[in-house]
RNA sequence: GCCGGUGUAGCUCAGUGGUAGAGCAACGGUUUUGUAAACCGUAGGUCGCGGGUUCAAAUCCCAUCACCGGCUCCA
């Protein structure tokens, strides 16, 4: 064995290669480059790795130190704060036993079981005094590899801690770590079995908030443990916190259901049942408006529409094979004269059935078939969400049936609907590949055909992909888009899938060139998604204030006393013939009342109309956002909305 | 489905064992208004539903329904 050397040599992310005595650690290097660096240190990416800041560094690694200022700090700070949470719990709970806790995507949450006591709400409180002391007393947070795991083992057993036990177990050969948690003399006062990092001491976690609390099961499992989890957040400051508190409450007033009660969008009824949608006419209008478009979009691409019957004998999905993977979402048979019929689950087979109506040569493909097909699933009551996870909803469906040859520019043409559609409601999204899973049906080398065609087709629209590397279901690989709303937030919605399933289970073919039967390629694809999710997502991203093509009412016509009512009669009838959707507002309230009212209902246009006007045929035009916009001619003011609502223009915010 | 929470007027909420309240909305009247709340008045509730405890229940207990948060992010 060659003799240790004395010197390393660790290259740093600027390039540059610093020379340390055998055994430093991340903190010696921290120190060698600058005692301010060395201070605001708080781990280390040693390789790419995220690690300790006392982790030692060997010879020719890579090492970046990480101060509070690198997002990726964070998860060193969470990770310890979930240490310390679950301390204080046991400080509180003696009887609590801690099984995991690990951080997620804005906070970190800790499962616990806790014998003979249910947390509530006011314990948050009291967990976040007792962790604040934790914090403040400054213990040091140590890794320690598990000299012996047989004996840690038992030692977890004796000390009724057996989640931990069995996850040491599972990990046994891994060099499992325990992290300490040693107070100022040195003396470990707490351990939880940890991989780590973590940060070096708890007197850096200076901004927490313990947010929620929830059921969870032990390895997500429910024949197992059924847990208390406690959800929290940790910032380097008070600020961070802070901001964070708030983008949450904004959220929260943008939510839909919220939203739905002030301008009367939606409900959901007791007496109907849960997770069924009643459209109000106010986004039953914007409803409307998305699917004129829709159905333009898709004439100007050569689809052609369909309408399939919702209740349909159940041999229908005995040939799908859905009553046999998907029974359980699906609604209870119903008896129709000694003969099971279902609400449908899902469309395709119903468009499957015209396509086999008949026989199709190559000449006749590709064929689209479209639909907004409302279909009916059940879904777990507990998962059910204001619109957009209901148990009746709306799909804009489309079935592609084409040849091989055909696939990848049929996948082209639907990235470019989805371009277009997507950019009209102003949302910017992210395509994910999911390829073949384990479990699969079809052969290898179909898999990677379509596979290769979905990806080229990626390629050629230039739309940045992620690979989920066996993500696609049994029967198909998909490109799965997600949508960034106005706020950042994640939405999942377009979806194409590639059939390997139902040609088989339906035996769809065509006839081909060589006069022969082919097995007909069959893509399932929704932009939209379901209307109902789609709707929903939709009030959310605007908060409510619909675009002008898109707002349900869209103009309101005020005018300011009883003389100018005749006139403002007129305009309206003006403007509703021109299939604007307008309404006028001559209550007996003040202006001012009746503008805060129409401001409050997010009507993008309020027309002012007085004397001044009426000499003029003119109005003055007040703007939701914009404020008075001053008077106009109407016919100019005509030429502008609909010039807005062709373009369909994003709502203007200078205000 | 499971865990925790919530359910009072159309909406937002107060009321924790002793005669159901407020603001806004609604309705009636006065006011005829120039860019985010005029004034006065009236009406509105089996306190989610069902059972129980009690002299007495919105309030305590049980059951049930619905809603809210969570149940994927791996020692």
Redesign the pocket.
């Known amino acids: 064995m060659a003799a240790e050397k004395e010197q390393i040599s660790v290259k740093l992310p600027d390039g540059s290669v610093k020379t340390l005595p055998a055994g430093s650690t991340g903190a010696d290097l921290a120190n060698a480059i600058s005692p301010s660096l060395a201070k605001a240190a708080v781990g280390t990416v040693i390789n790419g790795k995220l690690s300790d800041l006392y982790a030692k560094i060997s010879d020719g690694d890579e090492v970046r130190i990480l101060t509070t200022k690198d997002p990726l700090s964070l998860e060193l700070l969470r990770h310890s704060s979930a240490h310390v949470m679950a301390q204080a719990v046991q400080r509180l709970y003696p009887q609590a036993k801690i099984a995991?806790?690990?951080?997620?995507?804005d906070g970190f949450?800790y499962d616990f079981e806790i014998p003979n006591y249910?947390?509530?709400?006011e314990d948050l409180e009291k967990i976040e005094e007792e962790m604040k002391k934790i914090c403040q007393s400054g213990q040091k947070l140590v890794r320690y590899v598990i000299p012996d795991v047989d004996k840690q083992i038992s030692e977890f057993k004796e000390q009724g801690e057996k989640f931990?036990a069995e996850?040491?177990e599972e990990?046994r050969n891994?060099?499992?770590?325990l992290y300490l948690m040693q107070d100022k003399e040195g003396k470990t006062i707490w351990n939880?079995?940890?991989?780590g990092p973590h940060l070096p001491s708890t007197d850096l976690i200076k901004a927490f908030k313990l947010r929620?609390?929830?059921?969870?099961?032990w390895?997500?499992d429910?024949e197992k443990e059924?847990l208390?989890?406690v959800?929290a957040t940790s910032f380097w400051t008070q600020k961070d916190l802070d901001d964070y508190l708030y983008r949450i409450a904004e959220a929260e007033k943008r939510?839909h259901?919220?939203l739905s009660?002030?301008l009367d969008l939606f409900s959901?009824h007791?007496e109907t049942?849960?997770?069924l949608v009643f459209w109000h006419p106010n986004l039953a209008a914007v409803r409307g408006v998305i699917e004129d478009f829709w159905r333009d979009e898709h004439r100007k691409r050569n689809y052609q529409f369909v309408y399939t019957p919702h209740v349909v004998s159940e041999e229908l999905f005995a040939i799908s094979g859905h009553l046999e993977n998907y029974g359980e979402n699906m609604f209870a048979p119903m008896d129709i004269d000694g003969q099971n019929y279902r609400v449908k689950p899902m469309n395709c087979p119903g468009h499957i059935m015209i396509y086999k109506s008949k026989p199709h040569s190559y000449r006749d493909l590709p064929i689209r078939l479209a639909e907004l097909g409302t279909v009916y699933r059940y879904e777990?009551?507990?998962?059910?969400?204001?619109m957009l996870r209901v148990r009746a909803f709306t799909q804009d469906d489309t079935h592609i049936f084409c040849t091989p040859e055909q696939l990848e520019g049929e996948i082209l043409g639907v990235l470019d609907l989805t371009k277009v559609l997507m950019s009209a409601f102003g949302y910017t999204y992210k395509a994910y590949l999911s390829t073949r899973p384990e479990k699969y049906i079809g052969t290898i080398e179909q898999w990677d055909k379509v596979t290769n065609d979905l990806k080229s087709a990626l390629e050629k629209v230039g739309l940045a992909y992620d690979i989920e590397e066996g993500g696609g279901t049994f029967y198909a690989p998909k490109i799965d888009i997600k949508l960034f709303d106005a706020i950042g937030r994640e939405w999942q919605c377009p979806t194409i899938q590639v059939d390997m399933n139902l040609p088989e289970r339906f035996d769809i073919t065509y006839i081909g060139e060589d006069g022969n039967r082919h097995r007909t390629v069959m893509i399932h694809r929704a932009i939209l998604g379901s209307l109902e999710r789609f709707c929903g997502g939709l009030i959310e991203h605007y908060a409510g204030a619909f675009p002008l093509w898109l707002a349900p009412t869209q103009l309101m016509i005020i005018p300011?006393?009883?003389?100018h009512h005749e006139k403002a009669h007129e305009l309206e009838k003006k403007l509703r013939e021109l299939t604007f959707r307008v309404k006028m507002d001559d209550?007996?309230?003040?202006?001012?009342?009746r503008?805060?009212e129409a401001?409050?209902d997010q009507i993008p246009y309020?027309l002012?109309?007085?004397?001044?006007?009426?000499s003029s045929d003119s109005v003055?035009?007040?703007h939701?956002r914009q404020?008075?916009l001053g008077?106009m001619p109407i016919d100019q003011f005509i030429d502008r909305i609909k010039d807005e609502v062709a373009k369909r223009t994003p709502d203007k915010t200078s205000k």
């Not at 209550?587 to 009342?593: A, F, G, H, K, L």
Request: proline content about 5%; some cysteine.
């Open positions: 995991m806790g690990p951080t997620t995507e949450y249910k947390l509530v709400p931990k996850l040491l990990h891994a060099r499992p770590t939880d079995l940890c991989k929620k609390l929830s059921g969870a099961y390895r997500a429910e059924q208390q989890r959800y939510d259901r919220r009660k002030q959901l007791e049942g849960p997770g777990r009551s507990g998962t059910l969400h204001g300011i006393a009883e003389r209550r007996s309230e003040t202006i001012n009342y503008i805060r401001q409050q309020m002012v109309i007085g004397d001044k006007e009426m003055a035009v007040r939701r404020g008075d008077i």
